[in-house]
């Protein structure tokens, strides 16, 4: 078993709910040390102790911050440690996992894991991680890279896997997280030609995010944009919310995208607004199920698969290390770039943590926010 001396480590603290992040403080001697014989994490199966080197953060961390999701992601109680997507070394594993089976990770390893159940724990010297969701980084890329990657990578590369070759894509929300990973996964899936909306249409059209064209939408209407209208995409991809109901508003005209009749497509990940408040079941069927079931059926079976492109919604993440392993490798391989907001990574003091958050919260990161706990 490891000996860490310490019996208490630095970490990051949220005392209280609230959207201002001066609830959020960096302290040292704060939190105890964790131990994988601790009981484990809700949601965690096997776990194992790191050192946390980098964490990225996601839109998770801002709303169980701001206590709008409480009864579905917690935190159960203050304070507690933020943080759900890390890369770290590890320094301890158990004998077993809960199969019986030795565990696949050594002391020593650099590894990235994604949250699993809720986004908590991670923003510490030390913290312990589910082995299920987790992989070794390869040789030569970073901490901050590999954090980046398995939080937003992970998702670009499963809706990459919905673009076929030759499809004319648009991303909505192109410059975040999530967007900077995809507009590089979707050319590599064959994509004929790829757009891209956001604030920062130049950077989009650089590499290696490498968009043939982009438009602010503050500045340009995409529905209205006469190229796209004259030869419509196949697949839209809303990562940023919102896209739907404009699209709809502008069925009647010539459309942006092909119809379902035509093999049209629409994925999100989002409801139309990005940010929301659940506080019960009924609030998250409300929220979630029943207007993308809705939409679901009236553009498959109705008239409406004439006019408007077939919608899906693109979710959840499997709880199993596939994922993971197939996004890192593709890092390793030089054929996804991990994609960081030029402003950090942001260091692990309070005014660090407090400013990545702060840009977490605006949605208008240009990649991913992440924070450097400790060198590698």
């Not at 070394?89 to 159940?117: H, L, Q, S, Y």
């Not at 990657?149 to 929300?173: K, M, P």
């Not at 629409?266 to 659940?278: A, G, I, V």
């Not at 492109?309 to 030089?334: C, F």
Request: include cysteine; charge should be positive.
């Amino acid at each position: 078993m490891l000996n860490i001396r310490k019996s208490k480590i630095r970490a990051a603290q949220c005392t209280d709910y609230g959207d201002n992040v001066e609830v959020l403080s960096v302290q040292d001697d704060i939190v105890a040390t964790p131990r994988i014989e601790d009981k484990a994490p809700a949601g965690f199966q096997n776990v194992m102790l790191i050192r946390v080197l980098a964490v990225a953060l996601a839109p998770g961390d801002i709303r169980v911050m701001s206590g709008k999701t409480r009864e579905f992601q917690g935190p159960p109680s203050f304070p507690y440690v933020p943080g759900g997507d890390v890369c770290g070394v590890v320094v301890e594993v158990p004998e077993d996992d809960k199969n019986g089976r030795k565990c696949r990770f050594r002391v020593g390893d650099k590894i990235a894991a994604r949250f699993a159940n809720k986004p908590m724990g991670m923003l510490g010297e030390y913290a312990l991680v589910n082995t299920d969701v987790c992989d070794c980084v390869p040789e030569g890329t970073s901490a901050e890279g590999a954090a980046a990657l398995v939080s937003s990578g992970t998702v670009a590369v499963l809706i990459a896997d919905r673009i076929q070759e030759g499809d004319r894509v648009l991303i909505f929300g192109a410059g975040g997280g999530v967007g900077s990973h995809l507009c590089q996964m979707v050319r590599l899936q064959g994509a004929s030609y790829v757009a891209g909306v956001g604030r920062d249409p130049q950077r989009l059209m650089e590499e290696p995010l490498g968009c043939d064209f982009a438009i602010d939408y503050t500045k340009t209407n995409p529905f209205l944009v006469k190229e796209w209208r004259d030869n419509p995409f196949d697949v839209i991809v809303d990562l940023s919310g919102g896209a739907w109901p404009e699209l709809v508003n502008h069925r009647s005209s010539q459309s942006i995208v092909k119809s379902t009749s035509k093999k049209g497509r629409y994925l999100t990940t989002t409801p139309d607004k990005p940010t929301f408040e659940l506080h019960s079941v009924w609030a998250m069927m409300k929220t979630f199920l029943f207007p993308a079931l809705w939409r679901v059926l009236y553009t498959r079976c109705g008239m409406s698969r004439f006019s408007l492109p077939k919608y899906s919604y693109v979710l959840a993440l499997p709880s199993t290390t596939d994922i993971v392993t197939r996004t890192l490798t593709l890092s390793s391989e030089n054929k996804l770039v991990p994609s960081i907001d030029a402003q950090g990574p942001f260091p692990f003091t309070t005014d660090g943590v407090r400013d990545a958050f702060r840009l977490q919260a605006s949605r208008h990161a240009k990649g991913k926010v992440v924070i450097t706990v400790a060198k590698e």
